[in-house]
């Protein structure tokens, strides 16, 4: 039997729905961090989004089509499976249950890691893995250090990958208008969106 794996990314997100940026940032995490395996992880009932998520399936769907390629990949179903709001921190407790050992990196953008210490048992989180934040052109000047890496420096670490400004919600707003999207998502998450008719405001 082989041995488990030691090196594990956890990556979460809505992926409302999975574009070219989530792909590059996991692949840069991937080299960058030497990993063993990375869960990407998408939200079930997300309590902070402003807006009304795709239903699961659709999201599910993508995603698997949007990482196919990537074999050390595991979409983790987890915080979709939990009835309730989804918390980062529960999933990073399940993860050290399956895998006992393990050194978890949990993959966020600056905009999250601005906000870290707002989240539910933030401490603990950081206790659990090392925060890899992958730092945004027009966020780092202002952002400056995290109130959170100012208290456990020890446990961030930035990755070094060329930020592109892309959004979820700027897909969606695209979509919405009648405009092409083929740049920004794969082509199986293209067509997909075409054949559902997601995001469309009639």
Do not use: N
Not at 15 to 42: I, M, N
Not at 60 to 67: C, H, V, Y
């Amino acid at each position: 039997m082989g041995l488990l794996p030691r090196r594990i990314g956890i990556f979460g997100g809505a992926f409302d729905p999975p574009h070219r940026a989530h792909r590059a940032l996991l692949e840069a995490a991937l080299t960058e961090l030497k990993l063993d395996a990375l869960h990407v992880v998408p939200t079930g009932q997300a309590w902070h989004k402003p807006h009304q998520l795709s239903a699961p399936a659709h999201r599910l769907a993508m995603l698997q089509l949007a990482l196919a390629e990537l074999p050390q990949i595991v979409v983790d179903t987890q915080e979709m499976d939990r009835t309730g709001p989804s918390y980062t921190i529960d999933t990073l407790r399940r993860i050290t249950v399956c895998v006992p050992g393990a050194d978890l990196f949990l993959i966020m953008g600056a905009d999250q890691a601005a906000a870290l210490t707002t989240w539910r048992a933030w401490q603990e989180i950081v206790q659990l893995a090392t925060i890899c934040v992958a730092d945004r052109a027009d966020l780092a000047s202002a952002t400056g250090v995290f109130d959170a890496e100012k208290m456990f420096p020890q446990r961030f670490f930035h990755l070094t990958m060329a930020p592109l400004r892309l959004s979820a919600t700027r897909i969606r707003s695209l979509i919405s208008h009648g405009q092409s999207v083929q740049t920004l998502v794969s082509e199986p998450v293209a067509r997909y969106i075409a054949a559902h008719h997601l995001y469309q405001t009639v």
